[in-house]
């Protein structure tokens, strides 16, 4: 909405500032950050009063998350309404960029709530029924994929770039639409997958968030795009303000989210910001450096594919306990090890994901 002050700029000038993204992201980072700063712990209390006894904790898993019992989860409730508010204030509402990922974000914001409603008010992990959980999130996915693939020109809006080359691209036609479904509930889902100890996904989220941020304001910049040989995707670049509201909304959530948690993420947060994620690297042609930079989402879901398949043919686990998460715990390590360790991961992940737009 500020971006509209732009009209106003020949008579005011300092409100030609509104028309940087820069300056509109790092308004956005510094308001979501805010607003769940002051209504974090509000919405907190209002959740476990509702929950009564909170986030069902696995008999089956680590002996240490019992300790966790009664802790509310639906905390993505805090990170998707200070992102919601931030991106609104801050980014221009004429960018259909915009409001496609914003699209997918929250629907499957929706999808997650409804995903926690069943297991804290049935005090089970059964859930959404996982079929039916699955069409929903392909629905949408398929629905903003067909979107983005209208809205860019082809044939690079429907085709797949390969990073660390200058002129690889592959056209799929009809298919990307298909392919970008994929890759939105993959990411969406692999998050989710994530979210298995304080701090673990949300920080890697923030990490990744800051990196497609980057990207999308070079993918949406003629002159960088051109520098770089990327593809250029004119509007994709007011998409940094989205990832800055992320990341200020993921700051304030991390704040109440450190170990030990007073609240968890739970799918209402996970699966929208994997989604986000997901749609975001779909819209601006980075569908493969996403894999990159989200390697540790892509790992934990990796992990329990493996464990599945594997028991199922042999009847032998790979992993001591699937995510691979629980399987450093069996190990031995503790919590703060593997959440500070992974971070890290997500850190050399993340420069790596970078170093394709200057490699080619």
Known sequence: MLYWLTQFSDTVSFLNVFRYITFRTGGAIVTALVFVFLFGGPIIDMLRLKQGKGQPIRTDGPQSHLTKKGTPTMGGLMILSGMLVSTLLWA???????????????????????????????????????????????????????ALANLGRPPVSTSLVFPFF??????????????????IVGAGNAVNLT????????????????????????VGNALFSDYLQIRYVAG????????????GAGLGFLWFNAPPASIFMGDTG????????GAIAVAIKHEIVLAIVGGLFVLEAVSVIVQVVSFKLTGKRVFKMAPIHHHYEQMG????????????VAVVLALAGLASLKLR
């Open 92 to 146: 221009n509402p004429a960018n259909p960029y915009v409001w496609i990922v914003l699209g997918v974000t929250l629907a499957f914001g929706v999808i997650g709530f409804y995903d926690d409603y069943l297991k804290v008010t049935k005090q089970t992990h059964a859930g959404f029924a996982g079929r039916t959980r699955l069409m929903a999130e392909v629905l949408v996915a398929v629905v903003a994929c067909m």
């Open 166 to 183: 200058k002129d690889l691209a592959i056209n799929l036609g009809y298919a990307f639409v298909l392919f970008g479904a994929f890759v």
């Open 195 to 218: 979210d298995g100890l304080d701090g673990l996904a949300i920080v890697p989220v923030m990490i990744a968030a800051a990196t497609f941020g980057l990207i999308s304001y070079l």
């Open 236 to 247: 994709t670049g007011e998409l940094a303000v989205l990832c800055g509201a992320v990341i």
């Open 270 to 277: 996970s699966l929208s910001l994997g989604g986000m994620l």
């Open 333 to 344: 390590w503790t919590e703060p090890q593997i959440v500070i360790r992974f971070w890290i």
